[in-house]
C-alpha cells in the first residue's frame, strides 16, 4: 500500500483545489495559496526545524520569484505567481525544481491540445516569433500587440493553475518526491 507523508497530502489537496477554482473562475484564490504558504512553512518546520523552515522559505523564493518573471511579462497570471510560491514552501527548492519541469511539460501538452483545437496553430506560431525577437531586443513584446498580453480578451490562454496540478501530481506519484 502506498502511503503519502502529511506534505505529500498537503501540497496535493492545495493545487487540485487551484486547478478546480481555475478551471471554474479563473482565478486561484489567495486564502488557497496563503494557507499553502503557511502549511508548508509550519509543516517543515515542524518535520526539519531550523533546516526544514530554512528549506521551506527557499523554496517560497524560488517559486515566488521564478513565476514573478512570468507575471512580469504578463505571460502568467497572479495566482500562479503565488501557487507556485505555495508548492515551493511545501516542497523545497530541489523538488520545486522537479515540479517546474513536469509543470512545463504538462502546460506545453494542454497548449498544443487548446491550440489545435481552436485553430491557431499559425496564429501561434507567428506569435512565439515575434514575443522571442521583441524579448531578444528587450522589448515587451504585449506593447506592440496587445492580444499577447492574458489580460486581453483576444489571447488565448488556459487555466495555469491545471498545468501546475498535473506537474505537481505527476511528480508525487511518479517520482515520489
Known sequence: MISFSPLQICVAVIVLAAAATDIR???IPNWLTLSGVIAGL??????????????????????????????CLRAMGAGDVKLMAAVGAILGPANWISVFV???????????ILIVSKRRVRETLWNVAFIVQE???????????????????RALNMPHGVAIAAGTMACLILARI
Open 25 to 27: 473562475s479563473r482565478k
Open 42 to 71: 509550519a509543516l517543515n518546520g515542524v518535520v526539519g526545524g531550523v533546516a526544514g523552515l530554512k528549506s521551506s522559505f527557499a523554496g517560497m523564493l524560488l517559486g515566488f520569484g521564478s513565476y514573478l518573471v512570468l507575471y
Open 102 to 112: 513536469a509543470t512545463a511539460i504538462a502546460g506545453g501538452v494542454l497548449a498544443v
Open 135 to 153: 524579448l531578444a531586443h528587450f522589448r515587451p513584446p504585449q506593447k506592440k500587440r496587445s492580444e499577447l498580453d492574458i489580460r486581453d480578451p
